[in-house]
């Protein structure tokens, strides 16, 4: 039978309990990737302003305005997918969801590339609809 004794230098020491911050390169890599995600709708910008909000501020401020912009054309795409089952006049509800989809992955690439050199990006048009919900609720 083996008696208790004091722990060794070796032993597990856990983990801090905030993330750490991003580097610079980490910082401008993850924003990119939040505009560029864009293309999938908005579900890639809102996980990583989720995950990395407070950690590089950069990414904060690149996913919270990518996320902004593509919130309202990622309902209308979903909306539009759905009444697009309408007989007779579905097909304009198509068209609508390919138009969206269209203008919203150009306007997510064209941002990803201004943001891999470094540079903010603001989408033109953007109705900032999650700022504006957020403040809603303060």
């Known amino acids: ?7 060794s230098s070796t ?4 983990s801090p309990a905030t993330a750490a911050h991003l ?7 993850i924003a990119t990737a939040a505009h560029f995600g864009g293309v999938l709708g908005c579900i890639p910008a809102a996980v990583i302003y989720y995950l990395y909000r407070g950690r590089g501020p950069f990414t904060e401020q690149e996913s919270r305005e990518a ?4 919130l309202l ?23 609508i ?11 997510a690439l064209i941002a990803g590339v201004k943001v891999t050199r470094g ?10 609809l999650f700022s504006k919900l957020t403040r809603r609720g303060k």
């Open 1 to 7: 039978m083996k008696t208790a004794s004091a722990p």
């Open 11 to 14: 032993a597990y020491k856990g």
């Open 23 to 29: 580097s610079v390169s980490a910082d401008l890599n």
């Open 67 to 70: 996320f902004d912009f593509t």
């Open 73 to 95: 054309p990622t309902l209308v795409l979903a909306v539009s997918i759905m009444l697009s089952n309408i007989p007779a006049i579905g097909w304009i509800f198509g068209l």
């Open 97 to 107: 969801a390919a138009l969206t989809w269209t203008y919203l992955a150009i306007s």
């Open 119 to 128: 540079n903010p990006y603001q989408y033109k048009g953007n109705t900032r």
